[in-house]
T-cell receptor
Framework: AQSVAQPEDQVNVAEGNPLTVKCTYSVSGNPYLFWYVQYPNRGLQFLLKYITGDNLVKGSYGFEAEFNKSQTSFHLKKPSALVSDSALYFCAVRPTGANNLFFGTGTRLTVIP | DVKVTQSSRYLVKRTGEKVFLECVQDMDHENMFWYRQDPGLGLRLIYFSYDVKMKEKGDIPEGYSVSREKKERFSLILESASTNQTSMYLC??????????????FGPGTRLTVL
Protein backbone atom coordinates (compact mmCIF):
# COMPACT_ATOMS: atom_id res chain seq x y z
CA ALA A 1 0.00 0.00 0.00
CA GLN A 2 1.14 3.53 -0.71
CA SER A 3 1.78 5.70 2.30
CA VAL A 4 3.50 8.85 3.42
CA ALA A 5 4.60 9.45 6.99
CA GLN A 6 5.34 12.72 8.69
CA PRO A 7 6.48 11.50 12.10
CA GLU A 8 6.25 14.87 13.86
CA ASP A 9 2.92 16.60 14.34
CA GLN A 10 4.67 19.71 15.65
CA VAL A 11 8.13 21.18 15.15
CA ASN A 12 9.32 24.23 17.07
CA VAL A 13 12.46 26.10 16.10
CA ALA A 14 13.99 29.41 17.09
CA GLU A 15 14.16 32.15 14.50
CA GLY A 16 17.49 32.06 12.67
CA ASN A 17 18.10 28.40 13.42
CA PRO A 18 18.02 25.70 10.74
CA LEU A 19 14.81 23.76 10.41
CA THR A 20 13.98 20.25 9.25
CA VAL A 21 10.55 18.77 8.62
CA LYS A 22 10.69 15.03 8.11
CA CYS A 23 8.95 12.87 5.54
CA THR A 24 9.28 9.20 4.68
CA TYR A 25 7.34 7.28 2.10
CA SER A 26 6.44 3.75 1.11
CA VAL A 27 5.45 3.40 -2.53
CA SER A 28 6.24 1.14 -5.41
CA GLY A 29 8.54 2.20 -8.21
CA ASN A 30 10.18 5.59 -8.47
CA PRO A 31 7.90 8.19 -6.96
CA TYR A 32 7.47 11.87 -7.59
CA LEU A 33 7.75 13.77 -4.29
CA PHE A 34 6.30 17.12 -3.31
CA TRP A 35 6.17 19.57 -0.44
CA TYR A 36 3.29 21.96 0.11
CA VAL A 37 2.71 24.66 2.72
CA GLN A 38 -0.58 25.86 4.13
CA TYR A 39 -0.91 29.20 5.88
CA PRO A 40 -3.90 29.83 8.17
CA ASN A 41 -7.22 29.88 6.35
CA ARG A 42 -5.55 29.34 3.00
CA GLY A 43 -5.27 26.56 0.46
CA LEU A 44 -2.07 24.64 -0.06
CA GLN A 45 0.83 26.26 -1.88
CA PHE A 46 3.44 24.30 -3.80
CA LEU A 47 6.98 24.58 -2.41
CA LEU A 48 9.11 22.13 -4.37
CA LYS A 49 9.20 18.76 -6.06
CA TYR A 50 11.55 15.93 -6.89
CA ILE A 51 11.02 14.13 -10.17
CA THR A 52 14.47 12.88 -11.11
CA GLY A 53 18.09 14.01 -11.19
CA ASP A 54 19.90 15.83 -8.40
CA ASN A 55 18.84 14.58 -5.00
CA LEU A 56 18.89 18.10 -3.53
CA VAL A 57 15.95 20.13 -4.73
CA LYS A 58 15.59 23.87 -4.16
CA GLY A 59 12.21 25.51 -3.95
CA SER A 60 10.34 28.61 -2.96
CA TYR A 61 11.08 30.88 0.02
CA GLY A 62 14.58 29.41 0.55
CA PHE A 63 13.38 25.90 1.24
CA GLU A 64 15.13 22.80 -0.05
CA ALA A 65 14.62 19.07 0.27
CA GLU A 66 16.85 16.07 -0.06
CA PHE A 67 15.70 12.88 -1.68
CA ASN A 68 17.27 9.79 -0.12
CA LYS A 69 16.27 6.65 -1.96
CA SER A 70 17.89 4.19 0.44
CA GLN A 71 16.11 5.72 3.42
CA THR A 72 12.94 6.48 1.40
CA SER A 73 12.95 9.97 2.82
CA PHE A 74 12.35 13.47 1.50
CA HIS A 75 13.05 15.85 4.38
CA LEU A 76 12.32 19.56 4.01
CA LYS A 77 15.03 21.93 5.19
CA LYS A 78 15.85 25.60 5.50
CA PRO A 79 19.17 27.01 6.75
CA SER A 80 17.67 29.90 8.71
CA ALA A 81 14.06 29.90 9.87
CA LEU A 82 11.82 32.99 9.76
CA VAL A 83 8.79 33.66 11.94
CA SER A 84 6.80 33.90 8.70
CA ASP A 85 7.66 30.25 7.94
CA SER A 86 5.23 29.21 10.68
CA ALA A 87 2.61 27.13 8.91
CA LEU A 88 1.37 23.62 8.25
CA TYR A 89 3.59 21.58 5.93
CA PHE A 90 2.51 18.60 3.89
CA CYS A 91 4.62 16.01 2.15
CA ALA A 92 3.03 14.23 -0.82
CA VAL A 93 4.01 11.43 -3.16
CA ARG A 94 2.81 10.35 -6.56
CA PRO A 95 3.68 6.71 -7.25
CA THR A 96 4.88 5.75 -10.71
CA GLY A 97 1.95 5.45 -13.05
CA ALA A 98 -0.54 7.01 -10.66
CA ASN A 99 -2.39 10.23 -11.34
CA ASN A 100 -3.18 11.29 -7.81
CA LEU A 101 -1.16 12.34 -4.79
CA PHE A 102 -0.92 10.66 -1.40
CA PHE A 103 -0.47 13.16 1.40
CA GLY A 104 1.09 12.90 4.81
CA THR A 105 -0.83 14.05 7.86
CA GLY A 106 1.01 17.34 8.06
CA THR A 107 3.55 18.93 10.39
CA ARG A 108 2.87 22.22 12.10
CA LEU A 109 6.01 24.34 12.15
CA THR A 110 6.26 27.11 14.70
CA VAL A 111 9.19 29.51 14.50
CA ILE A 112 9.75 31.25 17.81
CA PRO A 113 11.00 34.85 17.71
CA ASP B 1 -0.47 32.39 -12.38
CA VAL B 2 -2.92 29.54 -12.02
CA LYS B 3 -6.03 30.51 -10.21
CA VAL B 4 -8.33 27.99 -8.61
CA THR B 5 -11.46 29.42 -7.05
CA GLN B 6 -14.07 27.81 -4.86
CA SER B 7 -17.61 29.12 -4.63
CA SER B 8 -17.73 29.57 -0.86
CA ARG B 9 -15.17 29.98 1.91
CA TYR B 10 -17.63 29.02 4.64
CA LEU B 11 -20.83 27.03 4.39
CA VAL B 12 -23.32 25.87 7.00
CA LYS B 13 -25.88 23.24 6.07
CA ARG B 14 -28.34 21.01 7.85
CA THR B 15 -28.30 17.22 7.97
CA GLY B 16 -30.01 15.74 4.94
CA GLU B 17 -29.56 18.76 2.69
CA LYS B 18 -28.07 18.42 -0.77
CA VAL B 19 -24.85 20.43 -0.95
CA PHE B 20 -22.97 21.65 -4.01
CA LEU B 21 -19.35 22.77 -3.81
CA GLU B 22 -18.09 24.42 -6.96
CA CYS B 23 -14.52 24.75 -8.19
CA VAL B 24 -13.28 26.67 -11.21
CA GLN B 25 -9.76 26.86 -12.64
CA ASP B 26 -8.60 29.28 -15.30
CA MET B 27 -5.53 27.54 -16.74
CA ASP B 28 -7.13 24.95 -19.00
CA HIS B 29 -5.90 22.10 -16.79
CA GLU B 30 -7.04 18.59 -17.66
CA ASN B 31 -6.91 17.19 -14.14
CA MET B 32 -9.05 18.32 -11.25
CA PHE B 33 -9.30 16.94 -7.72
CA TRP B 34 -11.44 17.16 -4.61
CA TYR B 35 -9.91 16.52 -1.17
CA ARG B 36 -11.13 16.83 2.35
CA GLN B 37 -8.77 17.96 5.08
CA ASP B 38 -9.24 16.87 8.68
CA PRO B 39 -6.88 17.43 11.63
CA GLY B 40 -4.54 14.53 12.11
CA LEU B 41 -5.62 12.90 8.87
CA GLY B 42 -4.05 15.22 6.34
CA LEU B 43 -5.65 15.43 2.91
CA ARG B 44 -7.70 12.57 1.61
CA LEU B 45 -8.74 12.29 -2.01
CA ILE B 46 -12.48 12.07 -2.63
CA TYR B 47 -12.71 12.12 -6.45
CA PHE B 48 -10.65 13.26 -9.38
CA SER B 49 -11.23 13.84 -13.05
CA TYR B 50 -8.94 13.57 -16.06
CA ASP B 51 -11.19 15.25 -18.53
CA VAL B 52 -14.68 16.48 -19.13
CA LYS B 53 -17.33 13.95 -18.12
CA MET B 54 -14.67 11.62 -16.72
CA LYS B 55 -14.30 10.84 -13.04
CA GLU B 56 -12.42 8.43 -10.83
CA LYS B 57 -13.02 7.53 -7.21
CA GLY B 58 -10.38 8.45 -4.72
CA ASP B 59 -9.82 7.03 -1.28
CA ILE B 60 -13.06 8.17 0.36
CA PRO B 61 -15.84 8.57 -2.26
CA GLU B 62 -18.69 7.30 -0.10
CA GLY B 63 -21.40 9.89 0.38
CA TYR B 64 -20.09 12.10 -2.41
CA SER B 65 -20.52 12.46 -6.15
CA VAL B 66 -18.95 14.78 -8.71
CA SER B 67 -19.77 16.44 -11.98
CA ARG B 68 -17.50 17.77 -14.70
CA GLU B 69 -19.53 19.16 -17.56
CA LYS B 70 -16.95 21.76 -18.59
CA LYS B 71 -13.18 21.55 -18.49
CA GLU B 72 -12.76 24.46 -16.09
CA ARG B 73 -15.42 23.44 -13.57
CA PHE B 74 -15.51 20.50 -11.16
CA SER B 75 -18.36 20.18 -8.72
CA LEU B 76 -18.54 18.11 -5.55
CA ILE B 77 -22.01 17.01 -4.46
CA LEU B 78 -23.10 15.78 -1.08
CA GLU B 79 -26.38 14.07 -1.86
CA SER B 80 -27.57 14.06 1.75
CA ALA B 81 -25.22 15.88 4.07
CA SER B 82 -24.30 14.27 7.36
CA THR B 83 -22.48 15.63 10.39
CA ASN B 84 -19.42 13.48 9.67
CA GLN B 85 -18.98 15.42 6.45
CA THR B 86 -18.13 18.55 8.39
CA SER B 87 -14.67 19.33 7.10
CA MET B 88 -12.45 21.58 5.00
CA TYR B 89 -12.85 20.78 1.31
CA LEU B 90 -10.01 21.60 -1.07
CA CYS B 91 -10.14 21.62 -4.84
CA UNK B 92 -7.00 21.32 -6.97
CA UNK B 93 -6.03 21.20 -10.62
CA UNK B 94 -2.98 20.12 -12.57
CA UNK B 95 -1.81 19.58 -16.08
CA UNK B 96 0.41 16.75 -17.26
CA UNK B 97 3.07 17.98 -19.66
CA UNK B 98 5.78 16.13 -21.50
CA UNK B 99 4.95 12.99 -19.58
CA UNK B 100 5.98 14.53 -16.29
CA UNK B 101 3.18 15.27 -13.92
CA UNK B 102 3.24 18.76 -12.59
CA UNK B 103 2.29 19.98 -9.18
CA UNK B 104 -1.29 20.54 -8.18
CA UNK B 105 -2.63 24.03 -7.64
CA PHE B 106 -5.09 24.42 -4.83
CA GLY B 107 -8.06 26.64 -4.20
CA PRO B 108 -8.53 28.45 -0.86
CA GLY B 109 -10.84 25.78 0.52
CA THR B 110 -14.45 25.63 1.70
CA ARG B 111 -15.06 25.02 5.37
CA LEU B 112 -18.34 23.12 5.53
CA THR B 113 -20.25 22.66 8.75
CA VAL B 114 -23.18 20.25 8.80
CA LEU B 115 -25.53 20.74 11.74
Amino acid sequence: AQSVAQPEDQVNVAEGNPLTVKCTYSVSGNPYLFWYVQYPNRGLQFLLKYITGDNLVKGSYGFEAEFNKSQTSFHLKKPSALVSDSALYFCAVRPTGANNLFFGTGTRLTVIP
Amino acid sequence: DVKVTQSSRYLVKRTGEKVFLECVQDMDHENMFWYRQDPGLGLRLIYFSYDVKMKEKGDIPEGYSVSREKKERFSLILESASTNQTSMYLCASSSPSGGVYNEQFFGPGTRLTVL
